[in-house]
């Protein structure tokens, strides 16, 4: 038989005498790839986005090793059987599709060439039997039923190893170590990825198989595990429904609760899978998901976060689960369900919002939300239910400051007076969120509740109404009271026996309520002078001594307390309380309210014209106590406070004891010599804020930011600038780094704070030390309020600019 007769075998298109047409093609094809590997192997091992992922390195280490192999056998491609470079380049499309997979969610430079150089060498395996065939089609005739059955004897040998490789990779995935299931994965992904089968065939042993090892191997698998589900889900809706169960639904739920890449990978599986209607049934149920989707949601991975926000969304279809996402803190289908849903469900959204414990964080988002507009709508529009629900709900939402803005705009309140003030019964059971959200409104909004007719009403329905609702009509009397603007309605409400009205309610055993009224007869007392001893009687005057004085009673009831007994100076004495108010303020941690009022009293006991009164509180220790409560938080009682020492401090010129000494044959003593007053002084004998060092804090307020104390605490310190002390406090001022206290003041202090201000700098500028040291630094301040200050400071301004 000639030799081109002989018959050529399937796998070896390569003879002694040379080498034929499709072997040269495949040879030829054999190169260009590896050629084409070489540059995309060497970027992908520094690519950055690469290398902190040890699935990918494994990935690119099992390229290189192959990519090698590849090189050391192209050095022998003529002497290589066909079989072999068949072989390896099976080897390296299955690397590079390794590669693929375990990269596929991450930037990759020229990722677009790696997945055209994968598919040519794919189409190049699956092409070459066709191509052997077509360039020795000439010669089949001679043996082309010997050729046939190698090619099928190949072909099952081919589908025989692909099967096996699959029964392998099975039990690997079964019974493997952590390491063998990281390689099992990678095989079971090539063949998914390459099409080398189909596992419909045993699709539910290898998803059962996958979703058991998802509960015990490391987190690096188990988010190839679940990419892996993902790829086989995409195969087909079968293999998705199957995904379906509830104890693989529960497994992904505990891979939320993972790290990044595996919570990541577990939310889009679950997402995809939730197109099913009984996935989306079954998910709510399962403990934690939803919470934990709620947590992804809030948190600071803006894909995570999507990917979480369209599952939620996907979930809402169940009212339960939606009233499960706004307890966990996610609100946006309960709003849906108030704009769109039934009558039934939007009173089971506002009935669940008025139980909700929220924070302030969780009424915002409802409010912005948009769901006062929609509770609002079911108030004013729907049945008694709808209205009770409602009202419940922004109650609860009234709480924030902005969504008191949102009710004001959308125009409740006149509907909320009305029913506050309505007889008739069916609405009884509203008056209580009513008077709430009214309560908070004058809080919030108190200017626009500011009417004689609405607190004269409001005063009316007191004796009438249930606890909770006097506790909520007096919140709000007092912030309506209060107001700036509340002048004519206090007046109308004292005309009117508001005091005798709310005198009974200051021995109620409710502490809110007690302390309401307290607060209240407060404020109506503020504009009473004379008038309060005629409205109190003795026994009135006796609770109130002794609410101040109960262990029980709270900083607010005891603030208001005081506040009603200043006006009674000889009780304050003779209750012995004077001592308490003393040792009070003396604290660290004092409440503001109550600092404030104590420091209102003491106004009172340190008047500059009873000496007497001044000697009695001081032996009490309240210079110490003043100097405390100049550092408290409240700028209210730091301002009395400085104005308690001021009185106190414009008696110690005259109270200060000579220099001279009264014997002669003696030195004077030098201990409690004053160096402003120039003479003797103490904190007890002469009231002397040097001594008790308040200088400091004094002018430490006026360095701050807040300005309302800035005219009491320079008047005080005007008080060492007196005609014959003047130089003296003037050094002293300086020794204390003032001058740049009163610049702050000239800065930004109001208009008499600057005129006081000015008074005593310009006392420093008269000595000419001062104008050297501290004239630069005041000339631009003092410039600019010649030209831009008003008329009645700027002569003072003129002259100090002429003295520097």
């Known amino acids: 038989m000639d030799e081109i007769c002989k018959p050529v075998p399937a796998y070896d298109f390569f003879s002694d005498e040379g080498m034929s047409s499709v072997g040269r093609d495949i040879t030829s094809e054999y190169t260009v790839f590896i050629e084409k590997l070489r540059p995309i192997l060497s970027e992908m091992k520094d690519d950055k986005n690469l290398v902190g992922d ?47 997979f375990a990269s596929h969610d991450i930037p990759m430079a020229r990722r677009s060439e790696v997945e055209a150089l994968h598919k040519q060498v794919m189409n190049s395996r699956s092409n070459s039997y066709s191509e052997r065939d077509s360039d020795f089609s000439y010669d089949l005739y001679y043996n082309l039923e010997l050729l046939s059955n190698e090619i099928v004897e190949e072909d099952e040998e081919k589908q025989d190893r692909i099967s096996l490789d699959v029964d392998s990779v099975v039990l690997q995935l079964k019974y493997g170590n952590d390491e063998d299931l990281e390689q099992a994965l990678v095989g079971l992904n090539l063949l998914i990825t390459e099409s080398f089968v189909d596992v419909h065939h045993n699709d539910k042993e290898v998803i059962s ?43 992904l739920v505990k891979s939320l609760f993972g790290d990044t890449n595996e919570q990541r990978e577990a939310m889009r599986l679950l997402y995809t899978l939730s197109d099913i209607l009984s996935v989306r049934r079954r998910l709510g149920r399962i403990r934690g998901c939803v919470v934990m989707l709620v947590a992804i949601f809030n948190g600071d991975d803006p894909v995570a976060s999507h990917d979480a926000e369209n599952l939620l969304n996907s979930l809402s279809i169940n009212p339960e689960y939606v009233l499960n996402m706004a307890a966990a803190g996610y609100f946006k289908p309960l709003v849906h369900y108030l704009n769109e849903g039934s009558d039934t469900s939007k009173v089971q959204m506002a009935t669940a919002i008025s139980r909700m414990e929220l924070t302030d964080k969780h009424r915002k988002s409802l409010g912005e939300d948009g769901a006062i507009e929609q509770l609002v709508k079911m108030f004013t529009k729907g049945n008694l239910e709808s209205k009770y629900s409602a009202l419940g709900a922004l109650q609860n939402l009234s709480g924030l400051k902005e969504n008191v803005k949102r009710l004001v705009n959308s125009g409740i309140i006149s509907t909320l007076l009305q ?25 919030s909004e108190g200017g626009l509740l500011v009417k004689p007719d609405v607190a004269q009403k409001m005063l009316s329905l007191l004796n009438l109404t249930s606890p909770d609702i006097q506790c909520h009509l007096l919140e709000a009397l007092n912030s309506i009271a209060s107001h700036s603007n509340a002048y004519e309605v206090r007046v109308k409400m004292k005309q009117n026996g508001a005091i005798r009205l709310l005198l009974p309610f200051i021995g109620e055993n409710n502490p809110k309520i007690r302390t309401g009224a307290l607060s ?11 008038e309060v001893t005629e409205q109190l009687d003795e026994t009135h005057i006796h609770m109130i001594a002794k609410i101040f004085s109960s262990l029980s009673s709270s900083a607010d009831e005891k603030a208001s307390a005081v506040g009603i007994l200043s006006n009674f100076p000889n009780v304050l004495i003779s209750e012995n309380l004077l001592p308490d108010l003393v040792s009070l303020i003396a604290l660290t941690a004092l409440p503001s309210n109550l600092a404030e009022s104590i420091a209102k009293v003491l106004i009172r006991f340190t008047l500059p014209y009873d000496k007497k009164l001044q000697h009695f509180i001081v032996e009490l220790g309240v210079i110490p106590a003043l100097v405390n409560l100049l550092s408290c938080d409240s700028i209210l009682a730091k301002r009395r406070a400085a104005t308690c020492l001021a009185q106190l401090s414009q008696n110690s010129l005259s109270l200060r004891k000579s220099r001279k000494s009264k014997w002669s044959c003696r030195p004077p003593s030098i201990e409690g010599f004053c160096q402003v007053h120039n003479g003797y002084c103490s904190v007890k004998s002469t009231f002397c804020i040097v001594m008790a060092g308040a200088v400091t804090p004094l002018l430490q307020i006026l360095e701050g930011d807040e300005r309302g104390a800035d005219e009491a605490v320079l008047n005080c310190i005007a008080t060492l600038m007196e005609d014959e002390i003047w130089e003296n406090g003037c050094d002293y001022l300086v020794e204390k780094r003032g001058v740049k206290s009163l610049i702050k003041v000239l800065e930004v202090g109001s208009s008499k704070a600057k005129e006081k201000a000015l008074w005593i700098l310009e006392g420093v500028f008269r000595v000419e030390a001062y104008r050297v040291e501290h004239g630069v630094s005041a000339q631009p301040v003092l410039v600019d309020l010649a030209q831009n200050g008003n008329s009645k400071l700027k002569p003072i301004v003129r002259k100090l600019l002429a003295q520097l």
């Open 419 to 443: 029913l506050l003030f309505s007889v008739t019964s069916v609405l009884m059971t509203l008056r209580e969120p009513a008077s709430a959200i009214l309560a908070k409104i004058a809080q």
């Open 54 to 100: 040890l699935t990918i390195q494994k990935a690119i280490q099992s390229l290189e090793a192959e990519y090698m192999s590849a090189r050391a056998l192209s050095e022998t491609l003529n002497s290589s059987p066909l079989k072999k470079i068949d072989e390896q380049t099976e080897n390296l499309g299955r690397s590079l599709g390794f590669v693929l």
């Open 520 to 530: 209240l007869i407060n404020i109506l007392y503020e504009d009473m002078q004379g």
């Open 209 to 251: 198989v996958l979703f058991n090892r998802l509960n015990s191997t490391t987190a690096n698998n188990r988010s190839t595990i679940i990419r892996t589900l993902r790829s086989l889900v995409d195969q087909s809706n079968d293999i998705k429904k199957k995904m379906a169960e509830m104890r693989f639904l529960s497994s």
